[in-house]
C-alpha cells in the first residue's frame, strides 16, 4: 500500500470529514497544495501557504477568466494572489524555508470549506512563534473570501504584516494580466487587472483588519502590489489577529469589477469574520444533506469519497451556466483547465442525482457551446454538432496538436484526440438523457436538451460512411481506450453512435407530440424533416455492430490479431510506469493492452444491450487486457462498477481504492497538476451505481447491492422527479 504522503486518514467521524497533514514535506508540497484546494464553485484557490514558499506553485482561478496561449489554444488565467500575508518577526522574514519549524498542521475541514494551518516557528533571532491560519471562499455567494492569521510569541517581538494583492502572477511561466489601476489606503487595497489577450476585467480588494493590539495601518505598495501595512510591538501572552476579507469580482459579472470588488471588501469587513463564515457554512450544509454519503466500516473509503465530492462542489459552476468542470478542475495547471467528456460522463451524474441545478448549468455550458460544435462539424463536411474534445469558454475545439513525448521531452508527438476523438458527441448526449430521466426536467429538455440530442445526431448520421457490405461505418477514430488510436470502428464509438440516432428520433417524437411549437422552431433551424428522420433509424439500424461468440465485442477492426501481452507483466506490481511509457506509443499500440475501459465503458453506459453471457464474456478478456494501475485515472471506479456487475465486490473494491486514492495518496506522481476530476465522480458512481446497485429506469428505480464484506452501511440520497429519497444499503 501507498504510504499516506503526510496526510493522516485516522478513523472515526470527525475525523472522516476532516484532511490532515501533519508535518511539512517540501517534496510533497505540489501534491499537498492540490489536496489543500479550497473554493465557491465560482473560484478555487490552491493550498499554497499566504507567506509562499520557494518553488511553490500558487494558484487561484475563477471559471470565465480565460485568456489565449500558445499550443493549447487557452487557459483560465491564474489570479492576482489575494490569499498572501507577509509576516516579519524582529525584521526577519517568516517563511517556513528559514529559522526552524518546532510544528505544524494543516487541516481541511470538508464540512466547512474551511482550511487551518498552526505552526510553531523560531525566527533566526530566537523568538518562539505560535502562527494560526485560517481561510475559506465564501460558499453563498460567488466573489467573496477571507483569510485570518493570528500570531503569539512567547517574548516580547515587533511584528510587521503586510497584506495585499499581487498581479505579478503566472501560469507556468505566462503572463496573463496587464495592469490598469491599484490604490490602498489604511483600510482596503484594490487592483484592477485586464486578460491581455481577451481583455476580461478584473476586480481585486482586500479589507484588512488587525486585533487584539494597538497599531496604525498603513497603505503601500509597489506597482501591481497594493498592500495595507501594520508595525507593532507584540508583548508575550498576547495574541495579535489580522484580517483580510477579500472580493474577486470579473467584468463578466459587473461592469466596474474594481469598484465592486472594493464595496464587497468593505461590506464584509463591517459584518465581520463571524457573519461570514455562518452564511458559508450554512450554505455548505444545504449541499451536504444532498451530497453526502455515508459508507460506515471503511473510514479511508468514507473520507476519500467526501473529499472526492468536495473537490467537484467547489469546481462545479454554481452560479453561471456558461462554465464547466475541466478535467482537473480549478486546483492545477493540469490540462490548462479544458473540458474533456471527462465532465458529462464522470463528473455531471454525481450532480443530476444530488444537486440537478448544477447538472444543468454544466449541461447549459454545453448547449451553449453549439456554435462551436457546429462550426466544427461543418469544417470537417459534416452536419449537426460535432463536439470538441477539449472545450474552454467558446465552445471551440481547443485540443492541441502536438505534444511533448512524456517517455522522450526531446520529441512531439501528434495529438489525435481533437481530429478524431467523436465520441464525445454522443457521451453528451447521454448525459442530457440520464440527467431527464433522474430529474424529470422537461422544461430543460424542451427548450435545450432536444436541441443538443438532435443536431448531435445530425453529425452522426453524416459521419457514418455506407459501404459495400450494407453496413455504416466510422473510420479512423479513437475511443476511450487512447493506447489504440486511429482505428477503424470502435466498438464503444459506433454503438454510442447508433444509441444516440435512435435516442434522438425519440427525442423528436416527443418534442413533436409534447411541444409542438418549440418542434416547428426548431425543426427547420436544424434541417430536419422525415427523410433525416428516415435516415437517422436506417443508420442506426445498418450500424456495424459485429457480435462474436458468447456475445464478445471485438474493440475495433483488427483489435484480436494484435499481439496479446503476457498478464503477468501487466500485473507486475514492481512496474511504476504506464505501459505506453513502458513500450512507447507505437510499441504499446501493436498490443492488446487497454489505457482504460472500452467495450466494458460501452457495457457500463448501456447495460441494457448486453445480455449476462455477453457481460462475463467482456468482462473476462478486457478487464485482464487493462493497464489498472498505470493506464488512465479514468478507468478504476468504471472496472470498480464491472467488478459488481460481474458478481465481484472485492475485486471492484480493489479497483475502488486506486480511484479514492488517486489525489489523497497521489498514486499517478502528477495530483501536483490537480485533481483528477472524472476519478472523483467516478468515486461516487462507483458507490452508488456500483456497491449500492441504484438503478433509475422509466418506472421508477431500484438497488441491486453488493457491498464489500467490510462495509457495513451504505446511505445516501438522490433526487428523483424533485422528490429527495434516501437509500440506505445494511450488511
Ligand atoms: O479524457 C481523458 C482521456 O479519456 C484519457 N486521457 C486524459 C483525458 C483527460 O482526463
Redesign the pocket.
Known amino acids: 500500500m501507498n504510504e499516506l504522503h503526510a496526510v493522516d486518514l485516522a478513523a472515526g467521524d470527525p475525523a472522516t470529514w476532516r484532511i490532515t497533514q501533519h508535518g511539512f514535506d517540501v517534496d510533497a508540497q505540489h501534491h499537498s497544495e492540490t489536496v489543500f484546494t479550497i473554493g465557491n464553485g465560482q473560484m478555487c484557490v490552491r493550498g499554497s501557504f499566504e507567506e509562499g514558499y520557494p518553488d511553490d506553485h500558487p494558484a487561484a482561478f475563477m471559471h470565465g477568466v480565460w485568456d489565449d496561449m500558445p499550443v493549447s489554444v487557452t487557459e483560465l488565467a491564474n489570479l492576482p494572489r489575494w490569499w498572501g500575508v507577509d509576516l516579519w518577526f524582529d525584521g526577519q522574514r517568516f517563511r517556513l524555508d528559514t529559522g526552524r519549524l518546532l510544528s505544524f498542521t494543516r487541516s481541511l475541514d470538508l464540512r466547512t470549506g474551511v482550511l487551518s494551518r498552526s505552526v510553531r516557528w523560531e525566527a533566526p533571532s530566537g523568538a518562539v512563534v505560535e502562527l494560526g491560519f485560517e481561510r475559506f471562499v465564501d460558499f453563498s455567494s460567488p466573489h467573496r473570501a477571507a483569510v485570518r492569521v493570528s500570531v503569539a510569541s512567547d517574548r516580547p517581538v515587533r511584528v510587521r504584516t503586510r497584506a495585499g494583492l499581487d498581479a505579478h502572477v503566472e501560469n507556468t511561466g505566462l503572463l496573463h494580466w496587464r495592469l490598469v489601476g491599484q490604490d490602498a489606503d489604511d483600510a482596503v487595497a484594490w487592483l484592477h487587472t485586464r486578460t491581455r489577450a481577451t481583455g476580461i476585467d478584473l476586480g481585486s480588494a482586500c479589507a484588512v483588519t488587525l486585533d487584539g493590539v494597538e497599531a496604525d495601518a498603513v497603505a503601500g505598495g509597489t506597482d501591481g502590489v497594493p498592500t495595507v501595512e501594520h508595525t507593532f510591538e507584540l508583548s508575550s501572552g498576547r495574541t495579535a489577529t489580522l484580517t483580510k476579507q477579500v472580493a474577486v469580482v470579473s467584468g463578466i459579472d459587473a461592469s466596474s469589477p474594481a469598484t465592486e470588488a472594493s464595496r464587497l471588501a468593505r461590506d464584509a469587513a463591517a459584518a465581520g469574520w463571524d457573519a461570514l463564515r455562518e452564511a458559508s457554512d450554512a450554505a455548505w450544509l444545504r449541499v451536504w444533506e444532498r451530497s453526502d454519503v455515508v459508507i460506515e466500516g471503511d473510514p479511508e473509503a468514507q473520507v476519500a469519497l467526501r473529499f472526492s465530492l468536495f473537490q467537484l462542489l467547489i469546481a462545479a459552476p454554481r452560479f453561471t451556466e456558461h462554465a464547466s468542470i475541466g ?1 482537473k478542475t480549478l486546483s492545477g495547471f493540469g ?1 490548462r483547465h479544458h473540458v ?3 465532465t458529462e460522463t464522470f463528473m455531471v451524474p454525481p450532480f443530476s442525482y444530488t444537486q440537478p441545478e448544477i447538472a444543468r448549468n454544466m449541461l447549459l455550458y454545453r448547449w451553449h457551446g453549439l456554435a462551436g460544435a457546429r462550426q466544427k462539424a461543418r469544417a470537417n463536411g459534416r452536419r449537426g454538432a460535432q463536439f470538441p474534445w477539449e472545450s474552454a469558454g467558446t465552445g471551440e475545439e481547443v485540443t492541441p496538436t502536438w505534444m511533448v513525448d512524456p517517455g522522450d521531452q526531446s520529441t512531439l508527438v501528434r495529438v489525435w484526440t481533437g481530429d478524431i476523438e467523436i465520441h464525445i458527441t454522443a457521451d453528451i448526449a447521454l448525459a442530457v438523457m440520464q440527467y431527464w430521466q433522474v430529474s424529470g426536467d422537461d422544461t430543460f429538455m424542451r427548450d435545450h436538451g432536444a436541441e443538443l440530442v438532435l443536431d448531435g445526431a445530425a453529425f452522426w448520421a453524416s459521419a457514418a460512411t455506407s459501404e459495400d457490405d450494407g453496413h455504416f461505418h466510422l473510420r479512423n477514430v479513437v475511443g ?1 481506450d ?1 493506447y489504440h488510436d486511429r482505428v477503424d470502428d470502435n466498438a464503444y464509438t459506433n454503438h454510442l453512435a447508433a444509441w444516440h440516432l435512435r435516442t434522438a428520433g425519440s427525442v423528436a417524437v416527443w418534442l413533436a407530440e409534447r411541444h409542438p411549437e418549440r418542434w416547428s422552431e426548431l425543426a427547420p433551424a436544424l434541417d430536419l424533416d422525415a427523410a433525416e428522420l428516415e435516415r437517422w433509424s436506417e443508420v442506426a439500424q445498418a450500424m456495424h455492430l459485429p457480435v462474436g461468440p458468447d456475445g464478445l465485442l471485438e474493440q475495433f477492426e483488427g483489435y484480436f490479431a494484435l499481439t496479446d501481452l503476457d498478464v503477468a507483466e501487466l500485473r507486475d506490481p514492481a512496474r511504476t510506469i504506464s505501459m505506453q511509457q513502458r513500450y512507447g506509443f507505437e510499441g504499446i499500440a501493436a498490443t492488446q493492452v487497454l ?2 475501459p472500452d467495450v466494458l465503458m460501452l457495457a457500463y453506459l448501456l447495460p441494457e444491450e448486453f445480455s449476462g453471457e455477453a457481460l462475463a464474456s467482456n468482462y473476462a478478456y478486457y478487464d485482464p487486457r487493462t493497464d489498472h494501475e498505470h493506464g ?3 478507468g478504476p471506479a468504471i472496472s470498480a462498477v464491472m467488478a459488481c456487475r460481474a458478481g465481484e465486490p472485492e475485486v471492484g473494491y480493489q479497483h475502488f481504492l486506486r480511484a479514492a486514492r488517486a489525489d489523497l495518496l497521489d498514486v499517478r506522481h502528477n495530483a501536483g497538476d490537480g485533481i483528477h476530476g ?1 476519478s472523483a465522480g467516478g468515486l461516487w458512481q462507483a458507490v452508488v451505481f456500483g456497491f449500492a446497485g441504484l438503478e433509475v429506469t422509466a418506472d421508477g428505480w431500484h438497488t441491486t447491492p453488493m457491498l464489500p464484506k467490510h462495509w457495513t452501511r451504505v446511505e445516501f440520497g438522490f433526487d428523483h422527479h424533485g422528490v429527495h429519497r434516501r437509500v440506505v444499503v445494511e450488511a
Open positions: 478535467a490540462y474533456f467528456w471527462d476511450p487512447e489505457k482504460q488512465s485515472s479514468l472524472a
